[in-house]
């Protein structure tokens, strides 16, 4: 069962939650797994023109949006919160100097939109 553990709006407009999806697998051993979701509304300051905005629009609607785990196997039961709380805090000290510059979301959309765009084919078949 998920669990909303938190939700940050970052100062250039990127969302992340950090979601408890951890469970039991053995005995009072437990997987703690949190899965921080990242979400970034396609804003038109962020595109240089609306072809580029109706562009990447058409590949992922309203807001781009990823995910990245964070887990940590064989925690016994009394330190399960405590070692989801630790997750979240290690990742918000080491990703949020990153994630929260100004450049940030213009960079990440240039790096989806370019990971998006076809292959150049070097070699062509001979027929």
């Known amino acids: 069962m998920e669990q909303l553990r938190r939700e940050d709006v970052l100062e250039n407009g990127l969302n992340v939650a950090f979601v408890d999806v951890s469970n039991r697998y053995y005995g009072d051993y437990h997987r703690v797994r949190i899965e921080v979701r990242c979400f ?10 609306p072809a580029e905005l109706d562009r ?30 630790d ?5 918000v000290a080491s990703a ?27 070699l062509t078949p001979n027929r």
């Open 96 to 122: 949020y100097p990153y994630l929260s510059r100004p450049e940030f979301p213009v960079r990440l959309l240039a790096r989806e939109l370019a990971a998006r765009r076809p292959a150049p084919r070097l």
């Open 56 to 85: 990447a629009r058409h590949l992922w609607g309203e807001t781009l949006s990823w995910a990245r785990p964070l887990e940590k196997m064989g925690v016994c039961g009394a330190a399960v919160e405590t070692t989801a709380a």
């Open 40 to 49: 970034l509304p396609l804003r038109p300051e962020l595109f240089a023109g």
């Open 87 to 91: 997750l979240v805090e290690a990742f």
